[in-house]
């Protein structure tokens, strides 16, 4: 039924093909509810899809609407800023960052 199991950060996530998904889905369900379990799905090797429980989802989509906004903002921010110099900001920025 499951593939393997890796670590992403200090989450455990297994991993299952599309057939073994399909042929297990009611217990990998119950391990989503029950153990908080994430599954992430692989077609022809490559992955397509992850199964996670419901309140892990809610909590990405709500982080997914606050990136955008904030990604917006800084957009709408930066409007009149031409592009070489948001970059040269840019880059100082992250050359600081690595110097610390």
Do not use: C, H, W
């Not at 297994?14 to 379990?37: C, H, I, P, T």
């Not at 490559?46 to 989802?57: M, R, T, Y």
């Not at 957009?75 to 600081?96: D, F, K, L, R, T």
């Amino acid at each position: 039924m499951i593939i393997s199991v890796m670590m992403i950060g200090d989450v455990m996530v297994n991993e299952a093909n599309a057939v073994s998904f399909r042929q297990n889905l009611g217990e990998m369900l119950n391990q989503v509810q029950y153990r908080k379990d994430s599954i992430l799905i692989q077609k022809d090797g490559k992955p397509v899809a992850a199964l996670v429980d419901a309140e892990l989802f809610t909590r990405i989509r709500r982080m997914r609407d606050r990136f955008d906004a904030l990604s917006s903002r800084l957009a709408a921010s930066y409007a009149n800023v031409p592009v070489e110099e948001g970059q040269a900001e840019i880059e100082a920025a992250v050359a600081q960052e690595r110097a610390r």
